[in-house]
């Protein structure tokens, strides 16, 4: 097989579910991606060797056989593990439906690995979709059946027998909630509130179905905005702490540097610089 072969889908203005990216690659031993954030839900599955994964400071080791799941708004890390290449296929997509499905197949970022027996099936998924990457209806159609027939494929091995009704929603409205609201002041109680749910059940069901408090995943959505618009504008340090609920820009700062290490300026200053010197990355999927 190639290297790699992959299709970044346009954005469309869908709420429901939309295909961001799909593709199969190799990575030889010594690349990496990441650490990066992602906006959408991706799904990755291991045809041959082995890699490594790292999300919420856990490593998971992985093989042919195996997959893992990325949400939204983690950071996460992969690598060749050992030093034989790996390779993989991806399906990646967004919507408020997509989250619900991901519910609903059991997979979140407290719990993101998943095997599955009938790889070969969704190898033809993702091929079926690179040889309809037009952006024609007839391939939008045929990519979107494509992917619940990937999606149908992952259910049928996890056993996933439950009504769709049944899956609990409330996590998946309040990430949207947080991540829409970031330039407001926020609370556990004000969100609960919002919600109309007790302060206590909302804290103790976000914790169980994450693996973090709410209150981290405020930060955590904060600090990847900030990180965002460091990299992507020219705003100055003030206006990037306002658009992400800080009052001041001191505030920002030290969170900033408890969390990364570095101070906002500096991390601005090192990107590009790494952008400038940056000339053989493995395509970051």
Known sequence: MDKIKFAAMPTEHE??????TIGEA?????QVCGPR???????????????????????????AGQGFFIAPDFETRYETDGDEPWNYIWVGAAGEEMKHLMHVLGLSQANPIFSCHQGDRLVHCVRDMLQHRQMTMTDHYFRMSTLYRFIAILSEERQVNQPLASVNSY???????VRHHLHEHMSTA????????????????FRSQTGMTLRSYIQLCRMTRAKYLLESTHLS??????SCGYEKSDSLNRTFRKTYGISPADYRKSFLADQTQSSRKPHES
């Open 171 to 177: 996590i998946a409205n309040v990430m949207t909630y």
């Open 190 to 205: 004000e969100i609960a509130a919002t919600m109309n749910l007790n302060r206590s059940y909302l804290s103790s069901l």
């Open 15 to 20: 709420n429901r579910l939309y295909l961001t």
């Open 26 to 30: 190799e990575m030889m031993p010594g």
């Open 237 to 242: 340090i003030a206006s990037i702490a306002e």
């Open 37 to 63: 954030v992602r906006s959408y839900c991706l799904l990755h599955y291991i045809t041959k060797g082995k890699c490594k994964f790292q999300v919420n400071g856990m490593t998971y080791h992985l093989q």
